[in-house]
Every structure is written in structure tokens, then in C-alpha cells.
């Protein structure tokens, strides 16, 4: 039985080389892991649109909270009984913790603990509505878990050495798993996310009166492309220094965070959303042509680069088409992707700074 194509959900034990004779989730485990994991996924970003456009809110109790907290209570069982499993086949302690799920038991009570937490705060603070959401404890207390739990595939499939170049199947989970993470982070960073202009936005920011100095619409655009872009290719970059990425995962990230974010944008941003995910399409051709690794170094650096290039300009260009006209200020549309495409190199040195030996 290879593991992690088992047809049982459960666990399989490891082999010594890669797990260390520790018990190893099977595929089926992290795919019902990470699909669990979506559920209040969803119920917090449909929390993040009902906290940005329902003004009457006043209430903890609401239906998009259930929708939340019942996601989390899924997960939660569902892990407890995969270590429930294990504990019947004979495993003791921490012994009957699967690989890479150690994080996301911790992570368990520590949700549970925030969420009760989260109740309070709005009952003696009140319930936020604009930028303030971001920055509560509780709220970051909640993400950081979540991030725990759901980065549990991810975790599997980085500890199986024998897992080198999967197929898209193989590395769906953890595939997943990298994509639902990155929307996470990029919702918490929303205050400077670009995926949520519209294309009349983009136009507007970038068309400022050149002898006024810019526009505070500007300033926030191009901060905004540089955080945005470094949560899209980091994962990409991370991912490819352990595993030879199969076609597909750059489309897939490029969806999911798409999907979640035009959802909290109340699908003001079509075109935008249109944009990324044709540049996931072409990044994943890159990731296909250049096979960028640690042992790829050069290859990996233009990777870095490229990806970044290529979602700028789709970027730029799906709202031109979009409007029937490009941005007035030459300059900043042109330089914007060649900026993004710097910072995807300087991220690919900083992660792999020297070619492995």
C-alpha cells in the first residue's frame, strides 16, 4: 500500500525514511481535511462580507457565524476522530497523531478558546465594521489557528520525501490547502488588497493630475499591488522549492482566492477577477516550461520574477479592455509590473539565497 493513495480513511504507517515510522494520513484523510476545512473557511469570509456590507449588524448570533463555527466544529470532530482511530489500532499519545497534524490538534482548543473569547469582546466592545475587524485579538487569534488547521495537507504531503513530482490529483489536498491559506492572509490584509478594484478603479487610481503629485486613490493601488503580489507568488515559491508542481496549482490558488474575494467585494470585481486567473493559467505554463527548485536556481529566480510580471500586466490589461482605455499616467500601469516583478525576484533570492549541493 503506497502511502497516501490509500483507498481507507484512516491512517497508514510511514516508512522510516520519511515519517520516521510515525503514522502517515492517508489521501482521503487530507482531502476531507482540507474540504472540512473550506466549510468555515467560507463562513469567515461570508462574516467579512456581512461585516462590510450590512451597517445594521449588531448581533454575534447570525447566521453566517453558523455557518463558521459549525465548519470548525466538522473539522474538529473529524480530526479527533482520525486520532480516535488510531488510538483503537493500538496507538498511544502522541504516537496516534498523524504527521503534520500535531499543529492543528494544538490548533483545536486554542479556536475553540478564541471563539469564546470572540463572544465577549463583541459583547463588551460591540461589533466592529470597517478596518477595525482586522486587528482584533480575537479575530487574529481565530486566523492564526485556522491557518494551523488548514495547512494540515500541506504539512503531510511536505514530510513525504517520496513524494517528489505529484500529479494534480496527488496534490490536490495540499494544493488546497496553499490556496484557502493565501486567501486567508489576503483577506486580513485587506486594506491592502488589489483584487478588489474594479476595473473603473484601476483606471481612476492611475489617472491622477501628474502635477498635483498623485491621489491618495493611487497611493493605495500601488501599495496594494506590492502586498497582494507577494501573498499570490510566495506560496507558488514556497511550493516549488520542495515538490516539481504539477499543471494547475497556480489556476487553482488563482480561483479559490479570486471566488472568496469577488465574494466579499460583492462581485464588483469580475473583471479583476477574470485577470488573475488567466495569469494563473499562464504561471502555470512557467512553472511547466521552467521547473523552477532549489536545484533549479536560476530558473527558479525568473520564475520568482515572471509570475509576478505576468499578473500585473493581465492586471492592468482585462481593465483597459474592460473601460475601452488605459490609465492616463504612463508610468505607473508600465512600471507597476516590472515593480511586482522585482519584488517576486527579491523573494525568490531571500527563500532560496544558494543553489542546494
Do not use: C
Amino acid at each position: 500500500m503506497t502511502p497516501g493513495l490509500s483507498g481507507e480513511v484512516g491512517a497508514v504507517l510511514g516508512s522510516p525514511e520519511d515519517a520516521g515510522g510515525r503514522v502517515r494520513a492517508d489521501y482521503r484523510t487530507d482531502l476531507i481535511t482540507v474540504l472540512l476545512g473550506t466549510w468555515f473557511s467560507a463562513g469567515l469570509f461570508l462574516d467579512a462580507w456581512a461585516h462590510s456590507n450590512v451597517p445594521e449588524l449588531e448581533s454575534f448570533f447570525t447566521p453566517w457565524h453558523a455557518v463558521f463555527y459549525s465548519g470548525f466544529a466538522a473539522t474538529g470532530a473529524w480530526i479527533l476522530w482520525v486520532l480516535w482511530r488510531n488510538y483503537q489500532r493500538g496507538m498511544r499519545l502522541l504516537d496516534a497523531i498523524p504527521v503534520g497534524y500535531g499543529p492543528a490538534v494544538f490548533a483545536l482548543p486554542v479556536f475553540a478558546t478564541a471563539g469564546a473569547g470572540d463572544y465577549l469582546w463583541h459583547t463588551v466592545i460591540g461589533i466592529e465594521q470597517g478596518i477595525d475587524i482586522l486587528f482584533s485579538p480575537t479575530h487574529l487569534a481565530l486566523i492564526t489557528s485556522m491557518i494551523l488547521i488548514l495547512t494540515t495537507p500541506l504539512r503531510t504531503a511536505w514530510s513525504n520525501r517520496s513524494l517528489i513530482a505529484p500529479s494534480f490529483r496527488q496534490f490536490l489536498p495540499a494544493a488546497l490547502s496553499l490556496s484557502f491559506t493565501a486567501s486567508l492572509v489576503l483577506l486580513f490584509a485587506s486594506y491592502a488588497d488589489a483584487t478588489v478594484f474594479d476595473s473603473a478603479q484601476v483606471i481612476k487610481a492611475f489617472s491622477f493630475d501628474k502635477s498635483q503629485g498623485g491621489s491618495s486613490l493611487a497611493d493605495n493601488l500601488a501599495s496594494s499591488i506590492i502586498v497582494t503580489n507577494l501573498i499570490m507568488v510566495v506560496p507558488l515559491l514556497l511550493a516549488a522549492r520542495r515538490f516539481r508542481l504539477p499543471f494547475g496549482v497556480a489556476t487553482l490558488l488563482s480561483v479559490v482566492v479570486m471566488t472568496l474575494g469577488t465574494a466579499v467585494a460583492n462581485y464588483s470585481n469580475i473583471s479583476t477577477a477574470i485577470g488573475f486567473i488567466a495569469a494563473g493559467v499562464v504561471i502555470d505554463v512557467l512553472l511547466l516550461k521552467l521547473r523552477p527548485s532549489e536545484d533549479r536556481l536560476k530558473e527558479y529566480r525568473i520564475f520568482g520574477a515572471a509570475a509576478s510580471f505576468v499578473t500585473w500586466v493581465a492586471f492592468f490589461a482585462v481593465a483597459g479592455i474592460d473601460q475601452g482605455v488605459m490609465p492616463v499616467v504612463t508610468e505607473m500601469w508600465t512600471g507597476a509590473p516590472v515593480m511586482a516583478a522585482l519584488h517576486g525576484l527579491l523573494m525568490a533570492v531571500v527563500l532560496v539565497p544558494t543553489a542546494r549541493r
